[in-house]
């Protein structure tokens, strides 16, 4: 049974990176590829990117700029980093584990593992 | 298009069938995810597929699919049922996943 535990700073002044950890245990690292996901207060959730095993990242078109996602394979474990934060960053970030399928010509993806999420707020 | 478009709330009485929908041009390339999120918790995946539960999901969640609406369905509500219903799928390019802005499910 795959588990997911994350950690980072919760209170970042405004222009300061944000950085978060997501340690995976249990479970196939590769099976996976390795998501963030964020949530403002009162608002619904927002994809932020993805990583596999590989190092291969796709992101948020609207984040882009600012992050960078990465994978240490060797720790089983994975890291966002989001520069430049503004106070619209202030949100609970989720970790997650991303698996897909296929019924030959259609495929689904679905994340079936979360992290406890860790609370961020920018502030000055 | 990228996004996936919900209603914001829904209610449903006690013990009675509703369905929640998502629609997105995606959807035709793609099934949907759906998640549901209960008040300071993180979401937890109750469909996938055509319609797969997860293990530990009771089985009157289920999940369809025509054109580009996904369908989230829960035959005989619960109170424990009331939360945040998100569907989730790549998106047109394939190389993005976008979330539906979220449905309030209301068990009355």
């Known amino acids: 049974q795959v588990q997911l535990q994350q950690w980072g700073a919760g209170l970042l002044k405004p222009s300061e990176t944000l950085s978060l950890t997501c340690a995976v245990y249990?479970?196939?690292?590769?099976?996976?590829?390795w998501s963030w996901i964020r949530q403002p207060p009162g608002k619904g959730l927002e994809w932020i990117g993805e990583i596999n095993h590989g190092g291969s990242t796709n992101y948020n078109p609207s984040l882009k700029s600012r992050v960078i996602i990465s994978v240490d394979t060797s720790k089983n474990q994975f890291s966002l980093k989001l520069s430049s934060v503004t106070a619209a960053d202030t949100a609970v970030y989720y970790c997650?584990?991303?698996?897909?399928?296929?019924?030959?010509?259609?495929?689904?993806?679905?994340?079936?593992?979360w992290g406890k999420g860790t609370t961020v707020t920018v502030s000055s | 298009s990228s996004e996936l478009t919900q209603d914001p709330a829904v209610s449903v009485a006690l013990g009675q069938t509703v369905r929640i929908t998502c629609q997105g041009d995606?959807?035709?390339?793609?099934?949907a995810s759906w998640y549901q999120q209960k008040p300071g918790q993180a979401p937890v995946l109750v469909i996938y597929g055509k319609n797969n539960r997860p293990s530990g999901i009771p089985d009157r969640f289920s999940g369809s699919s025509s054109g580009s609406t996904a369908s989230l369905t829960i035959t005989g509500a619960q109170a424990e049922d009331e939360a945040d219903y998100y569907c989730n799928s790549r998106d047109s390019s394939g190389n993005h996943l976008v979330f539906g802005g979220g449905t309030k499910l209301t068990v009355l």
């Open positions: 997650a584990g991303l698996r897909d399928g296929d019924y030959g010509f259609y495929y689904y993806y679905y994340m079936d593992v």
């Open positions: 995606s959807l035709r390339s793609y099934y």
């Open positions: 249990g479970g196939s690292f590769s099976a996976y590829y």
